[in-house]
């Protein structure tokens, strides 16, 4: 099916105003091109103007017999809320109709995050390979534990990400908003390390931080694999991705006392909204320790 104008304008107005990144924009294309094929069949047509809230809610009933978990499908519906919204402010349309839709109730669920015990094998006992490849996975795995930066912003790390001198990261997230993490001394070395051999081995200039086997460009694919691959060396968890061990950088941060509002400025949080779920774990964690050792507990 041709993509519809309305979706070019959009996706080029989220990649050239917004400067969504094209994992998003991605993300974005694939809801609507879903939309697009339940409309097709429904009205026989690609009319946009025609859609009422009753379409959307019909749509979100089809997803559900597709056994689309409600946290997906209210994804779903927020693409077609700025579809329309940004429909809506160029004049094509007359009215939303996604005034009247409202997202699904999502059961509250706590961050996975790796165990503290367990995060110490993962830098002290598991054997990485020698050379590149071997500094590269282990400063893939710290960097994402120490710093608690997302998988995308991992991949689009550049060498000017790094200020030595100052011993800090430069991260740009979400939005396009810039932060800065620290780096400790230690991280920082690792960081030298890798840069010799990366060097050592390909003896050019790079577009990214991080590079493959054969000197490509990183990717998301690459990441996650060598994540997964790591972890699973320690922890029998389900969960075994990049966002893992971001949950554990923040839950272990509160954990240990840091503050909130830190905490927040560190992950590249909006809202405090976002970080507060972690002081749920730490409050399961003091309710365990409360169990284990008071006597009448």
């Known amino acids: 099916m041709r993509k519809h104008t309305f979706i070019i304008s959009f996706l080029s107005y989220l990649k050239h105003e917004r400067r969504f990144s094209t994992h998003t924009i991605m ?5 609507l091109e879903s939309f697009s ?20 809610r019909a749509w979100i009933v089809v997803l559900m017999n597709h056994d689309i978990v409600a946290k997906s499908i209210n994804r ?15 004049k094509e349309i007359e009215s939303n109709p996604l005034t009247k839709v409202v997202g699904l109730k999502t059961p509250s669920r706590l961050p996975k995050f790796v165990d503290e015990k367990d995060i110490q094998k993962l830098f002290s006992e598991i054997s990485y390979p020698d050379g590149f490849e071997g500094a590269r996975d282990k400063l893939i795995m710290d960097l994402f534990y120490n710093t ?22 430069k991260v740009l997230g979400k939005g396009n908003k810039e932060r800065i993490i620290p780096l400790h001394n230690t991280l ?5 390390n890798y840069q010799e051999l990366r060097q050592n081995r390909f003896d ?3 577009e990214s931080f991080f590079l493959t086997d054969n000197g490509k460009t990183m990717y998301h694919k690459f990441v996650y694999r060598k994540v997964k691959f790591y972890l699973s060396l320690v922890t029998t968890s389900e ?16 954990n ?15 809202s405090l909204a976002a970080t507060q779920v972690y002081t749920h774990n730490t409050i399961q964690k003091l309710k365990d320790v409360h169990k284990q050792a008071h006597p009448k507990s």
């Open 148 to 169: 608690g930066i997302r998988l995308s912003e991992l991949v689009n790390l550049k060498d000017a990400s790094i200020d030595h001198h100052s011993a800090n990261l």
């Open 256 to 270: 240990h006392g840091a503050e909130l509002n830190a905490v927040k400025e560190l992950l590249g949080h909006a």
């Open 37 to 56: 094929q339940f409309l097709q069949q429904e009205l026989g047509e690609l009319n946009y103007s025609k859609v009422t809230h009753k379409h959307v």
């Open 188 to 192: 920082l070395q690792d960081v030298k």
């Open 76 to 90: 779903k519906i927020s693409t077609l809320r700025s579809f329309y919204k940004f429909l809506l402010s160029r």
């Open 27 to 31: 993300a974005y294309e694939n809801d």
């Open 239 to 254: 969960k075994k991705s990049p966002h893992v061990l971001r949950h554990s950088f923040a839950t272990h941060l509160m």
């Open 204 to 206: 050019s200039t790079y």
